[in-house]
């Protein structure tokens, strides 16, 4: 993977690291949750539920259903797992942005 | 246990409803999680919270298409297609670009003249009742009938319930202050006018707008220009020395109206208008019969009513007669004739007082559009089977994969149903373009609107099932017959049928050819009315109108234009040759009476001067004989007519007891457009005092032209202070008789120049078509020691076979439409070869010139490229 092939948006990225996160257990709401208590950011669940399915035509997460709980009127989960190529854009991520942010000059960091 | 709470079911209901079945569970089972946590604090809160969510979904990516609606629909299917047919048409791109450009304008030319046939088949149509109203003729043809006729007709029928004089409709001055205006499209009518053709009234009303004897109606943009923000009820307006009162104010008339009246005057009570002579025609009549009247029983009760009131006068003019019942036995029709209001813009353009339509130009034009549009169905077709071999792969594949033929000739219907959709779009922008000049040459005002309304997008769509089925049909039948295992081994029919092809295109070159044909045969036939020897000299003959404003001030206007060198002579007349002059019914005198109607020209003695006229025998007036007032001149024809062998000395009379006696014999002249024959005339001497003599002023100039001008204009501002100078020179004044000509010539020209340019796209693009599947041979050729012209020999022979067989179609069709559009002449050409030769020639020119690029390009190449490959 090419670090110019990437194509992630800001939200999408975060939808994806936090799948990472939870890994095995991240289905819409507990998405939309872990975002709050990550982030102190209030998302929507529609936005959530949008950008989770981008990813996955981008290939970045794969989904299956669980199984029926008494739970959410008896209706499934769809659980999200994030691929190999999912792993390989945020190690690109990281990557950059640590290259880059190791580039700042010093006196900028201290005088902040 | 108390019941969990639930949310709200309209919002689920909307959300199965709307939300792709695959997403509902999950997006549901979210939903209801967030919900079972809030209700707990607030019920109320966690529904609205709830419904919220769900119109939140409400995303494109979570809406159902049409396959989720319509399950078992085949729009699947359809979407496949749509997509395979893009793919195509964006590997093609430069093949699909023409076949879009070419449709666009074929569909461009039949939008425009689909808005002409609307505006033209729309005349008169918003009068209430206009199916009820007909126009009262003579003959069916005269267009001006008596004074009193309409009101006895309404004493005497009780269908007819209503009727109206017209009158007018010409120019009239008006003097605001000490200014002059020319004004035209000034009408005079009958009180009853608005009974007939209700107009909307700003001021005043209908009842008494045209009660007296100087009322006067204008319409609101008149009302503007006159009385520019005044209300302009019980003002004064002087209209031609009449002191009119303006009366009520009307919408402006319709674009479609034959009576496109600016300005309404009452007609005057004097005599001439009140009691009038019945053999006097200086009206329009309109009459409105009951709902449903037959208008032919009406008029089978015509003869006795002319018998009855204008028998007398009849035999006072036609004095070889004893009865009016021995009149009409001897064949002379005179009958009054019912023309329905409707028929009279296109069917009768002699009758309307606007500008007349044609009938046969819109037939003529419709099908010229029809057939640019064929055109281009046609290049459509060419291509598509031509270029079939590079479909021939996925033919098969698909059919051994389990598609039938009807699936896949429904792929190549949707394939040509989107290029003539994308062909529609570009026309309408075409037509929008190109509106401006087809105004200029039509004489028409058409507007976007005109193009871009709710009835046009009507005809868009019917546009493209037809286009989109004309093009498509041929093309889907032949492609999905392919044979799978014979199209997967490269060895189906690729190439299409070579002899559909070929008369393709033979009739392309026909239609194209037949178009260009056509150009020429009018632009010859113009040329030749142009250069026609008219007998007289019209270069330099300088016409005034309103030469009667001179009267009393003639003399001093004459010697002061006289007086520049650059001016040679002056004569007033009644009429002028190419100009309208009147008809007047004269009789021989004792036994065997001949009677004749020549044109009657009023004019003094100089004319003979000025207009270059021959005087074979006799003589012309003399300006010193005081006798010579009771003389007159005929026309050669004139003295045919009659059979007279010595006219010098002979009388004519004209019923009212005046004798004329014939002093000489002027050699025929030109009076009117080359679609009339020659006509009798005669010339009656007229001085200053003579009555509906001096409404001309012909003025003869030699030397400086401009000079000249400079210096009539300068007399008359002098002599008629104020007045509008109105002029011009004949020559011009016979040019303008055929300006529907010109417009003719030139709306073929842009035809002829659209259908070659489509012709020409098919051209280049089935050159590349044949070059590119005989790009080994050429090769191979090539290697053998054949040089670059004979292979282009070799390649433009097929094309300049295919034009001599469509000049072989072409030539006789053409001649036959030409020699019948040339027959509405009677001074005409007539159709040489070199009228079929030039556009033959021109044809093949244009053909071997689209053709030789690539084949030249194809032919230079060099031949181990195309032989290498495999």
Known sequence: MEEEKVQLGEFEELVLLITAILHENAYGVKVLDEIEVQTGRKANISGVHTALDRLEKKGYLESYLGGATAERGGRRKRFFKVTNLGIQVLEINHRVRNTLFSQIPDVLLQNK | ?870
Not at chain 2, 402 to 423: D, N, P, R
Not at chain 2, 636 to 650: D, T
Not at chain 2, 849 to 869: C, G, H, M
Request: charged share 20%.
């Open chain 2, 1 to 870: 246990m108390k019941a969990t709470p639930e949310p709200p079911k309209l919002a689920l209901r909307l959300l199965q409803w709307f939300c792709k079945p695959w997403y509902v569970e999950v997006i549901e089972g979210d939903l209801y999680e967030l919900f079972d946590r809030e209700v707990e604090h607030s019920p109320k809160a966690a529904r609205w919270k709830f419904t919220w969510n769900v119109i939140r979904f409400f995303r494109w990516r979570y809406i159902k298409d049409l396959d989720d609606f319509l399950p078992k629909s085949p729009f699947g299917m359809f979407k496949t297609y749509f997509k395979v047919s893009l793919r195509n048409m964006l590997k093609n791109k430069t093949q699909t670009i023409f076949n879009i450009m070419g449709l666009a304008i074929g569909i461009a030319c039949c939008v425009i003249i689909l808005t002409h046939v609307k505006h033209q088949t729309s005349f008169d149509k918003d009068i209430p009742q206009a199916e009820d109203i007909y126009r009262v003729t003579i003959n069916g043809r005269g267009p001006y009938t008596p004074a009193q006729m309409v009101k006895y007709m309404k004493a005497d029928y009780p269908e007819v319930l209503n009727g109206a004089r017209l009158g007018g409709m010409g120019e009239v001055v008006i003097k605001q202050g000490d200014q002059y205006i020319k004004q035209p499209n000034v009408l005079m009518a009958d009180s009853t006018f608005f009974d007939l053709f209700p107009n909307t009234f700003m001021r005043g009303e209908a009842k008494t707008a045209l009660n007296g004897p100087n009322d006067v109606v204008l319409t609101e943009s008149m009302a503007q220009k006159y009385f520019p923000n005044l209300d302009p009820i019980g003002e004064i307006l002087d209209i031609d020395g009449q002191k009119c009162v303006v009366k009520a104010v009307v919408m402006d008339a319709p674009r479609t109206t034959t009576i496109p009246y600016q300005m309404i005057q009452s007609i005057p009570w004097e005599k001439w208008a009140t009691t009038g002579n019945w053999t006097g025609n200086n009206f329009f009549s309109y009459l409105k019969l009951a709902p449903g009247a037959d208008p032919k029983v009406l008029e089978s009760k015509f003869p006795l009513f002319i018998e009855k009131y204008m028998g007398d006068e009849i035999l006072k003019y036609n004095p070889q007669y004893s009865s009016y019942r021995e009149f009409v036995q001897d064949n002379n029709q005179h009958t009054f004739v019912l023309i329905p209001m409707l028929d009279i813009h296109l069917h009768h353009p002699s009758l309307t007082l606007g500008n007349p339509g044609n009938y046969n130009n819109l037939i003529i034009f419709s099908l010229v559009a029809l057939f640019i549009l064929l055109l281009a169905c046609i290049n459509y077709v060419n291509m598509a089977t031509a270029k079939s071999s590079l479909r021939a792969k996925e033919i098969g594949i698909r059919k051994v994969l389990g598609s039938v033929k009807s699936l896949i000739a429904q792929q190549f219907l949707v394939e040509s149903f989107v290029i003539t959709g994308l062909a529609i779009f570009i026309a309408v922008g075409l037509t929008l373009l190109v509106l401006p000049y087809f105004n200029m040459i039509s004489q028409n005002q058409y507007e976007w609107a005109d193009i871009l309304n709710a009835r046009n997008v009507g005809w868009y769509l019917i546009i493209w099932l037809m286009v989109g089925l004309l093009a498509g049909v041929y093309p889907a039948s032949f492609l999905s017959s392919f044979k799978p295992i014979a199209a997967l081994k490269g060895e189906s029919r690729t190439g299409g049928n070579q002899k559909l092809r070929s008369s393709l295109v033979v009739l392309q070159f026909a239609i194209s050819m037949f178009l260009m044909v056509a150009t020429f045969i009018v632009y010859t036939q113009l040329r030749h009315m142009n250069s026609r020897q008219l007998g007289l000299d019209a270069e330099q003959v300088f016409v005034l109108s309103d030469a009667d404003k001179l009267v009393g001030k003639m003399d001093r206007f004459k010697s002061m234009v006289m007086g520049n060198s650059n001016i040679s002579n002056i004569s007033f007349t009644s009429g002028y040759p190419s100009g309208f002059l009147a008809d007047w019914g004269y009789h021989t005198n004792g036994e065997n009476v001949v009677s004749v109607d020549p044109l009657n020209v009023f004019a003094d003695p100089s004319v003979l001067d000025v207009w270059g006229l021959e005087i074979i025998e006799g003589r012309f007036f003399d300006p010193n004989m005081k006798s010579d007032s009771m003389t007159i001149v005929i026309n050669e024809q004139l003295q045919e007519e009659l059979g007279w062998k010595e006219p010098i000395g002979k009388v004519l009379s004209r019923g009212d007891g005046k004798d004329f006696r014939v002093i000489g014999v002027v050699k025929d002249f030109v009076t009117r457009s080359a679609k009339n024959h020659g006509s009798s005339l005669l010339i009656r001497w007229s001085s200053e005092s003579t009555p509906y003599a001096n409404y001309f002023a012909s003025i003869k100039i030699k030397g400086n032209i401009n000079e000249a001008l400079n210096h009539i204009d300068k007399t008359w501002a002098n002599v008629l202070p104020g007045y509008p100078m109105d002029g011009q020179f004949m020559d011009d004044s016979f040019q303008r008789l055929y300006d529907e000509e010109r417009r003719f010539g030139k709306m073929f020209t842009g035809a002829s120049v659209l259908a070659i340019i489509i012709a020409c796209i098919g051209l280049f693009s089935l050159t590349a078509f044949i070059l590119e599947r005989k790009r080994k041979e050429i090769a191979l050729r090539k290697v053998m020691g054949a040089r670059v012209d004979q292979l282009f020999f070799g390649v433009s022979r097929y094309f300049v076979k295919l034009v001599l067989i469509s000049a072989i179609v072409v030539i006789p069709a053409s001649f036959y439409v030409g020699d019948f559009w040339l027959s509405s002449y009677v001074d005409r050409i007539s159709l040489s070869s070199m009228i079929f030769l030039i556009p033959l020639l021109l044809m093949m020119i244009i053909s071997l010139v689209t053709i030789s690029y690539q084949t030249y390009r194809s032919a230079v190449k060099n031949p181990v490229d195309a032989l290498k490959e495999e």
